[in-house]
C-alpha cells in the first residue's frame, strides 16, 4: 500500500452520536494516528426533562442525525467514501437501540463501497485511545473509568484485555451524574460537579472511601452517593435550606473521596500487574482532580502516566476508528452482517461482576 489507511468510525452506544475520519500511522506502527476529523452530536437536551438516558429516544436521535454526523466528518477531513480503508463502528456494550442504528449503517456503507467492516467493543475502543494519542506499545495498564464503567484493564494487544478489577456496582461517572442531580447542578454532572468544587472545601463533610478497607482494586461509588445524600439532608434539616457554600463544600468533598479511592485502587493495580505505563480513559479521565491523583501514582511507581485529550476520552467516533484500524491491522475484521452485542464484556475469562448500570451489567 503506497499511502496510510484511512478509516470511518461510528458511535452510538449511548447518548453521543459521533463520526470520525482517523488515519493510520505509517508502516505497522502502534501510532499515533492522525485524527483528520471528529464529529460529536450530543443528545443531553434531548435526555434533559427525564434526568437519564431514555433508551427510545436515544436510539431515534441516533437514526435520525449519525448521517448528518457521517457527512460532517468526511467533509471536514476533506474525503469521500472512495478515498477510505474501511469502516468501523461501535457494536457493543450498550443500549440497543442505539447501537443498531450504528451497526445498519456501517453495514449499509460497507455493502455499497465493497469496504472491510470492523465491529469494535466500545470498551476496547477508549482502552486503545492512548496508542493513537501517544502511541505507546503494549502491554499497559489502563483504568477505564465513565459513566456506564470503571475497571483495571491489563492491555496485552488489540484484542487482548486482562480485567484486574473493577465496580461492584455504579460507574464513577454515574455517581458523579447522580451527585449533581441531587445537588441541583446539570448534567453531565462530571464537569458541573468538578467546576463546583473548585470552590468547595473538601473536608467539611466525613464521607466514606469505599472499599478500602478491603484488599485487591475492586471499586464501589454507589455508597458514597448515598453518603452525599444523607450528608444534603442533614444540612438541609438543619439550616432550612441549601447554600453554594453546601453545595460546593459537598461538590468538592465528593470529588476528594472519588480521588482518593481511584488513586489508591491504582496503586494496588500496579503492584499486582507491574506496567511501563499506566493510562487512563473514559469520561471522568477528563477531570482535573483524578489526572493529577494518577500521575502522581503512576510516577510513585516509576511508570509514565498517558491521558489523552479530554474530547478523546469522552465518547466520539476517532477512538472507534482507531480500535477497528487496530482490529482490521489484526486480521479481525467481521463478515457482512456483524450484529449488535448489548452485553460484551472485553475480558470473557474474569468473572462477572455484581451490579448494573445504565448500561447493564459492567462485566
Ligand atoms: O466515556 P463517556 O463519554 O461515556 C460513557 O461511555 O459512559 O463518559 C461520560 C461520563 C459522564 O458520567 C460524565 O459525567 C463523566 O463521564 N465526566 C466527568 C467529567 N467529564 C465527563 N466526570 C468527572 N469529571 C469530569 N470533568
Ligand atoms: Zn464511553
Redesign the pocket.
Known amino acids: 500500500m503506497d499511502r496510510t489507511p484511512i478509516f470511518l468510525g461510528l458511535e452510538t452506544s449511548?447518548d453521543?452520536t459521533a463520526a470520525a475520519v482517523v488515519r493510520a500511522p505509517a508502516g505497522d506502527g502502534a501510532g499515533p494516528g492522525e485524527v483528520m476529523a471528529s464529529v460529536v452530536l450530543g443528545q443531553a437536551e434531548l435526555h434533559a426533562a427525564f434526568g437519564g438516558v431514555v433508551p427510545e429516544i436515544a436510539a431515534r436521535a441516533h437514526a435520525e442525525k449519525l448521517d448528518l454526523a457521517v457527512e460532517a466528518a468526511l467533509g471536514r477531513a476533506g474525503v469521500g467514501l472512495r478515498d477510505l480503508d474501511g469502516i468501523a463502528v461501535t457494536s457493543g456494550p450498550g443500549l440497543i437501540g442505539g447501537l443498531l442504528a450504528g451497526v445498519m449503517l456501517a453495514r449499509g456503507l460497507a455493502a455499497a463501497t465493497g469496504l472491510p467492516l470492523v465491529g469494535v467493543n466500545?470498551l476496547a475502543a477508549?482502552a486503545l485511545t492512548p496508542r493513537l494519542t501517544d502511541g505507546i506499545a503494549f502491554p499497559y495498564l489502563l483504568l477505564l473509568v465513565?459513566?456506564?464503567?470503571a475497571q483495571f484493564l491489563a492491555v496485552e494487544g488489540p484484542g487482548s484485555f486482562r480485567r484486574l478489577g473493577g465496580t461492584i456496582d455504579d460507574?464513577?461517572?454515574?455517581a458523579?451524574?447522580k451527585v449533581a442531580k441531587l445537588l441541583g447542578l446539570p448534567q453531565?454532572?462530571?464537569?458541573a460537579?468538578?467546576a463546583c468544587a473548585a470552590a468547595g472545601r473538601a473536608g467539611r463533610f466525613a464521607l466514606p472511601r469505599p472499599l478500602l478497607d478491603r484488599p485487591g482494586c475492586e471499586l464501589s461509588f454507589s455508597g458514597l452517593k448515598t453518603a452525599v445524600l444523607r450528608a444534603r439532608d442533614a444540612t438541609v434539616a438543619a439550616a432550612g435550606g441549601l447554600a453554594a457554600a453546601d453545595v460546593a463544600d459537598l461538590a468538592a468533598g465528593f470529588q476528594a473521596a472519588v480521588v482518593e479511592v481511584l488513586a489508591e485502587k491504582t496503586r494496588r493495580a500496579l503492584a499486582l500487574a507491574p506496567a511501563p505505563v499506566l493510562a487512563v480513559a473514559?469520561?471522568?479521565a477528563?477531570?482535573r482532580a483524578?489526572r493529577a491523583a494518577l500521575q502522581a501514582a503512576a510516577t510513585a511507581a516509576g511508570a509514565r502516566f498517558v491521558a489523552p485529550p479530554?474530547a478523546l476520552?469522552?465518547?466520539n467516533g476517532a477512538i472507534v476508528a482507531w480500535a477497528g484500524i487496530e482490529r482490521w491491522r489484526a486480521g479481525l475484521a467481521d463478515p457482512a452482517d456483524l450484529v449488535a452485542r448489548p452485553r460484551w464484556p472485553l475480558d470473557a475469562g474474569a468473572p462477572a461482576l455484581v451490579g448494573g448500570g445504565r448500561?447493564g451489567a459492567k462485566g
Open positions: 449511548c453521543d466500545h477508549h465513565s459513566g456506564g464503567h460507574a464513577p461517572g454515574e458523579f451524574d453531565p454532572g462530571g464537569p460537579v468538578e473514559g469520561g471522568v477528563a477531570n483524578v479530554p476520552c469522552t465518547d448500561r
